[in-house]
């Protein structure tokens, strides 16, 4: 696999992401508009692995990482590339890196509009739209559905309840990945008859606050879920991204004036990602673009 790759005039070799500070992979993303805070980029090499691209003199033209779950299974995310080098091929480059190093896994990725191309070209196929719906939180929020159990604050240290019920919703199992989310954020449960059914997580992230993982099992336990953390945030700034594209969960995030921004589209390359099953457990809140 070529470690290295020249661009017109200059070369750029590729390094651990873990051997660069912060600062410049945060100036990346902020060059393309994305919104990671330092303290983002931070969670996210806690999480998973990754490469950047460095010219001679260590300045970085693109980043991409992948995340492990379990022996068989990544997500790809964080793919950047510098305005100055998106077509001169140090995208299909850094992608060439991270498949040689996940080999032998199924993969998925949330492919924006501008890298679509890019992953059907390495063989990723299309499975749904993500919605990212963003805004200030109404003052005064819609009426939600009946309540159908208990809805409880929960302590991390719940995280292996949280990890079973997710890996059902998600399709394997990352509790490494939530250690890490639930340590940073405020976490909400839905017991029925006992059984936790339900959970959601809201924390810091760029602008403000993001939702996610959202899980349930229908539309109007999601929406209580997401309702409760809506009641600290009035007036404040929020993202939800799903995959929902219409429906009462849907509905109920554009009462709130959370519109859509933006969408990217999730691929898988191997075996099909994603599996919904009526009246099972489905992530509608997703934790990160990158994370799926």
């Known amino acids: 696999m070529q470690n290295s790759v020249r661009l017109k005039s200059f070369e750029l070799v590729a390094r651990d992401i873990a051997e660069v500070d912060i600062s410049f992979l945060h100036a990346l993303s902020l060059g393309v508009g994305w919104p990671h805070r330092p303290n983002d980029w931070e969670m996210l090499l806690q999480s998973g692995q990754g490469l950047v691209a460095v010219d001679g003199i260590g300045r970085v033209f693109g980043t991409a990482m992948w995340f492990p779950h379990g022996v068989d299974f990544a997500t790809i995310g964080m793919v950047i590339t510098s305005p100055r080098t998106q077509a001169q091929g140090n995208g299909r480059w850094l992608m ?21 191309s890019l992953y059907v070209s390495l063989g990723f196929l299309n499975e749904a739209t993500v919605y990212q719906c963003q805004g200030d939180v109404a003052l005064t929020l819609p009426a ?14 719940e995280l292996g309840a949280i990890a079973s019920l997710d890996c059902q919703a998600f399709g394997t199992d990352r509790t490494s990945l939530l250690a890490l989310i639930t340590e940073k954020s405020t976490i909400y449960g ?22 996610g993982p959202v899980v349930a099992a229908s539309d109007q336990d999601a929406i209580n879920l997401t309702a409760v953390h809506f009641q600290h945030l009035k007036g404040e700034f929020a993202r939800v991204d799903t995959r929902e594209k219409d429906g009462a969960f849907a509905d109920f995030l554009a009462q709130c004036r959370l519109g859509v921004f933006d969408t990217v589209t999730t691929m898988s390359k191997g075996e099909k990602f994603l599996n919904r099953k009526a009246g099972e457990p489905w992530v509608y809140g997703l934790a990160a673009h990158g994370w799926g």
């Open 96 to 116: 060439d890196q991270v498949l040689g190093r996940c080999a032998g896994r199924n993969l998925s990725l949330n492919a924006t509009n501008a890298a679509y």
């Open 144 to 157: 939600t559905p009946p309540l159908s159990g208990e809805l409880v604050a929960m302590p991390s240290e």
């Open 190 to 211: 839905l017991r029925r008859n006992g059984q936790l059914v339900g959970y959601s997580c809201c924390r810091e992230f760029g602008r403000g606050k993001v939702i």
